[in-house]
Structure formats: C-alpha cells, structure tokens
Nanobody, 124 residues
Framework: QVPLVESGGGMVQAGGSLRLSCAAS????????MAWFRQALGKAREFVAA????????IYTDSVKDRFTISRDNTKNTVYLQMNTLKPEDTGVYYC?????????????????WGQGTQVTVSS
C-alpha cells in the first residue's frame, strides 16, 4: 500500500481558485501515473485529470479543460491540481490516485492506491 494524503480543499466562491496537493509517503517507487478524481454527493466517482510520471502528458475531463492544471514534483512525491474559475458543479470530494504504470487512464479501477479525499465546496 502507498499512503496518499490530500490537502488544499476548502470553500470558495464561484470564480475563485484552489490548489490541491497530494503527497505520497512510503512505497513511492511503485508510483508512476497519478490522477485526480472527484465525487459529488449522491453521484459516482468521476475522472478529473491524470499525469504521467515524467509530467510530459496530462489528460483532463472536458468539463475542466482550460480551468484546471495537473502537475507533479517527483522530488517531493507530490501531485498538484490547480483549479481556477471554479463553478458550483465542481463541488465534491477530490481524491488523489496513483498506479504503478507509466501510462495514464480515466478508469478508477486502474488505480490501486487512493487518498482519503479532500472536500471542495464552491458556492454560487
């Protein structure tokens, strides 16, 4: 198991910004691709963004393109999600996930390592 700890969530007004962080501790040699997912109340967990180990490739769900940016710092074993122009529909619990595979994907079943989640609330 690879412990992942998210931080940076909170409450913000629509149009505001937040930066989420996810730090891995222990077993980091198993980590390659990393991703962010989110889950709104009463809804299924959905893919938000993912990034390869090198950081050279990032993919996003359409609803966050041009607003969110995923990045990582392998020297700190940390992945980030910069969220700008937030909307009320971005509200949910945001989860960090990691996998021991270099390529990235959108299916949560492909990620064996998960954090506990951090709440993001965007008010209108």
């Amino acid at each position: 198991q690879v412990p992942l700890v998210e931080s940076g969530g909170g409450m913000v007004q629509a149009g505001g910004s937040l930066r989420l962080s996810c730090a891995a501790s222990g077993g980091t040699s198993s980590i390659r691709g990393m991703a962010w997912f989110r889950q709104a109340l009463g809804k299924a967990r959905e893919f938000v963004a993912a990034i390869t180990y090198s950081g050279g490739t990032a993919i996003y769900t359409d609803s966050v393109k041009d607003r969110f940016t995923i990045s990582r710092d392998n020297t700190k074993n940390t992945v980030y999600l910069q969220m700008n122009t937030l909307k009320p529909e971005d509200t949910g619990v945001y989860y960090c996930a990691a996998r021991p595979v270099y390529i990235v994907g959108r299916d949560p079943r492909d990620y064996p390592y998960w954090g506990q989640g951090t709440q993001v609330t965007v008010s209108s």
